[in-house]
T-cell receptor, first 118, second 111 residues
Framework: GAVVSQHPSWVICKSGTSVKIECRSLDFQATTMFWYRQFPKQSLMLMATSNEGSKATYEQGVEKDKFLINHASLTLSTLTVTSAHPEDSSFYIC??????????????FGDGTRLSIL | DAKTTQPNSMESNEEEPVHLPCNHSTISGTDYIHWYRQLPSQGPEYVIHGLTSNVNNRMASLAIAEDRKSSTLILHRATLRDAAVYYCILRDGARGNKLVFGAGTILRVKS
């Protein structure tokens, strides 16, 4: 149980393109979803927290107009990297929590999306 | 967020137990101790978490010091598939579900 599916697994696109990444909870309702990015040889950095039906909360230094997050349903959150540039190339990872099971539930992670901007 | 300190790397032999330490001397009363691991090119995977008492599950055991200033993740018999980066994270149960990842411990398993 508690499977999170992330799509696509990898994407290569030209500079200036906008890229959408989907994160789905397959067998539970995700009241909260998180988006992280990870550069090579580094740890995960939290970008934003999104609660279903409300605006995402972004971490300090993360541009909300650059990284658009939508959490329209209890099983789907999307991250759109707008007008992507080579410095946005990274490994993007989502996670989800079933908050209705109580507090302090573990986060369940997707397998990540490797984004390469040429 | 309270910080954790872990060794940069550790090495283990296959089929032997592994004890991964974590220091968290500034832990607060509402902080839970969470462990995740990340295999190469994958998202992290939840391993175990606890508050005060030792915890066991099918993947590992978590031993928490009486003063809660340190903990140890125990893999009872390491396999090659356990080679990963292991993250020890404090999560404040009173302040939401955010996880702040540190550098973690790179575990290498030798056959």
């Amino acid at each position: 149980g508690a499977v999170v599916s992330q799509h696509p697994s990898w994407v290569i696109c030209k500079s200036g393109t906008s890229v959408k990444i989907e994160c789905r909870s397959l067998d539970f309702q995700a009241t909260t979803m998180f988006w992280y990015r990870q550069f090579p040889k580094q740890s995960l950095m939290l970008m934003a927290t999104s609660n279903e039906g409300s605006k995402a909360t972004y971490e300090q230094g993360v541009e909300k107009d650059k990284f658009l997050i939508n959490h329209a349903s209890l099983t789907l959150s999307t991250l759109t990297v707008t007008s992507a540039h080579p410095e946005d190339s990274s490994f993007y990872i989502c996670s989800a929590i079933n908050g209705r099971k109580g507090s302090n539930q573990p986060q369940h992670f997707g397998d990540g999306t490797r984004l390469s901007i040429l | 967020d309270a910080k954790t300190t872990q060794p940069n790397s550790m090495e283990s032999n296959e089929e032997e137990p592994v004890h991964l330490p974590c220091n968290h001397s500034t832990i607060s009363g509402t902080d839970y101790i969470h462990w995740y691991r990340q295999l190469p090119s994958q998202g992290p995977e939840y391993v175990i978490h606890g508050l005060t008492s030792n915890v066991n599950n099918r993947m590992a055991s978590l031993a928490i010091a009486e003063d809660r200033k340190s903990s140890t993740l125990i893999l009872h018999r390491a396999t090659l598939r356990d080679a990963a980066v292991y993250y020890c994270i404090l999560r404040d149960g009173a302040r939401g579900n955010k996880l702040v990842f540190g550098a973690g411990t790179i575990l290498r398993v030798k056959s």
